[in-house]
């Protein structure tokens, strides 16, 4: 780690690096994230239309491909250790004018999978977006947070403000 | 198009599927997106020590993967064209307590960049929050959103609130 | 093409290679494959069960799978061209005791597309072989075959028996 | 797992899910799978002709491309868990009119291999009909089928009617 | 371009960036080049024991990787375009105590192949390495370099010590 | 491995196949690989110029790509076997006229990562070559050689004329 900056991907130079784990010892690891995507009152009016298989198929489309992503995290992020995921679970809820896509991702390993969680919340929000751009290209992302983590020498995190973004 | 939904990545029943755009011919396309990480007073502050050597080595980290993630949204997004691409240009800054990713998109194609801009966007906002969760987890990505977009039969679109989200 | 043996994937002295197609002309292509996968009568009355829940999410993971398979045939099979597609179709259907899936894909482009479709249906196949695999390991996929193609300098082919997969 | 449905991959509202294996022990698992192209009797002489050479290429290619499809099992079926394999081994043989490619992958890990061989096996398949599609399009793949696999909590499974599809 | 520096890949501020090939009209290219494999004279006498099937089956698997390899270029190379490519020709061979890959790319594009073809034949070169390594890991690769390349606005260029590599 | 060969790569019949380590217990592995890039005289000089910022950008560049390369060297390499790695770490630097990409990788694991370390030395001087090419297409890359291994039942090895290439 750069001593200096606390920044644990930057080294000595301040150059991007990925944390040598190979001194961990595998432990289990917990991580949530939630993403939104507000789509507004037309779009959700929409998407609760026709007996729910619009808002049934553009998640679960999103869904899927949120679990897809969380398995590719170590391609896309530059810096991330390649992992095996013992589960990814995925939910997604229209909840007013918004959808909300939350992650849980697990496994043993020597790092955690908080990036797992975000990349996959972030790529079923993206989908979201995909899905229903035809009737609306100004939709926006948003927050997309980490709700927790467990496991590993930082131990166990939970965002104080969860409920706030739901509000 | 599903005529009664209005979403084009709805077929007759509802069930998601992929636009055919055999239809159509290729055309100059473009598609600019943001991204915004607020990372929060004490991490901005860290990213301008040291000379700026911090922020620029993340900034070019989330620059460099945003590039790659466009070239990829096609394996990420279920619904999306897999495109060959003229141009990706990303551009990052710290703003405040914020990081800024920007990208703009041009191909020449049948369908539109939308998704490979926001893709990246959101793939460089990823990479901005591995490169300093070490520092903060609870840092937050949001909005991610199109900025504007031009070409093909729904012509041009500009987002109007554009300058908001830096405010 | 190795004028002896009349394979076109095969080189003046038997070895594999990519058939050359820089001196074609790009033209409308089309191709429809189908795989069928025997699940046998316990798992088909599951999967009408339940209101017909379980049968559709099972489908629409395959259907979903199949669409993102096609978009990655290039990097498969080894000695298929990279190809940018206009389409790709997939439905999915439990008919008595076998899933049958159905692709079709279309594109602009120098090489016909009839391994984007077998590739894309097999791919579904094989999903919904995951998706049920823990109420009977004996599930048999297959067949999985050409339905037609049109288009390039072959022109079209239909199957002739094509019902009796069904039969 | 949904109690009611008894399909692992759904959850209790039916939807689909990765299996979670995090309380799992990693033990050694073994599958084995094959897929069968039929060629039809004008190919196999073709395939047969020239010494074999032909014949040699068309499989080897084969069996290259069963085993990097293997590694990338988790990349195509949505609800795979991502692996690190201990071995894939992989043979092709030509009997009467019909390739055969017989796929064995072994892991170390929390989940079985069955979907690792099965793809692998596919893909190979895919891989000889893309070999010798020049010839003749109405070439059909099937079955694809698993043959036996051991280890974790299901314990051993063969299938029972092994020889049928060579007779 | 950045104009003071004549770097086509770095900006005006000398950041990397994709070039901009928006404005470009697509002709066809192509581009050879070569990578060599110095196995030394123990392993160069091994592979041409057992009557060249050693030899034979690491050249194979080297020219399968190669073409698999140029198709994936824009996945590796950070600022390389994704490109649909018209062909891909490897050839391998064993001259003296060293392997030789070439490799001829071509497509009708924006920008050139000289990428595709220093790709596919790097990783041919790591192919033969790999499946020589458990007998000499003192085994180097290089040189791996351009031979030609045509099209596009820079035209014709050819490489005047072509055959040095060899003596 | 085929006794009489000593290839590992190769079988009994001299065909090529993953190694089967599920006999071997993991244990802590590193390599170490370098790659050098011959830009000349003039590129070295422009390289230098700017205040270093195109050299800085072009090694930053370099060292991200080598990264991610290392990661997907299972995808690569056909018979690689797909592994979770603890640490990449690259360096880049300009020597005179050459550009020296050097890469260290480690995991604990059942197989070396040789071939991580050279697959990430290999991407990072392509990507050296990519970017400096519009400056001069004769760039050469080579060596790229492993400079030392440890771990698992051969043991230490290291690189006797390790500074050569430098000379």
Redesign the interface.
């Known amino acids: 780690?750069?001593k200096?900056?606390?920044?644990?991907?930057?080294g000595d130079?301040?150059?991007?690096?990925?944390?040598?784990?190979?001194g961990k010892s595998a432990s289990?690891r917990v991580a949530a994230a939630e993403a939104?995507v507000n789509v507004g009152p037309e779009i959700a009016k929409?998407l609760r239309?026709?007996g729910g298989?619009?808002k049934?198929?553009?998640i679960?489309?999103a869904?899927?491909?949120a679990?897809?992503?969380a398995?590719?995290t170590?391609?896309?992020?530059?810096?991330?250790?390649?992992?095996?995921?013992?589960?990814?679970?995925?939910t997604g809820e229209l909840a007013g004018d918004r959808v909300r896509i939350q992650v849980s991702v697990?496994?043993?390993?020597?790092t955690g999978v908080?990036?797992e969680a975000?990349?996959a919340a972030?790529?079923g929000?993206?989908?979201v977006?995909?899905?229903?751009?035809?009737?609306g290209?100004?939709?926006?992302?948003?927050?997309?947070?980490?709700l927790s983590?467990s496991g590993g020498k930082s131990g166990t995190?939970q965002?104080e403000d969860k409920h706030d973004a739901a509000g």
């Open positions: 780690m750069d200096q900056s606390g920044f644990s991907h930057l130079a301040g150059e991007a690096r990925m944390v040598d784990v190979s289990s939104w929409k239309e026709t298989v619009a049934g198929n553009v679960e489309t869904r899927l491909a679990v897809m992503a398995k590719r170590g391609e896309l992020i530059p810096m991330c250790h390649p992992l095996t995921l013992d589960s990814v679970d995925v697990s496994c043993e390993g020597k908080e990036m975000m990349t972030s790529v929000a993206l989908t977006y995909d899905m229903v751009k035809s009737m290209k100004g939709v926006e992302i948003g927050p997309v947070r980490l983590k995190w965002r």
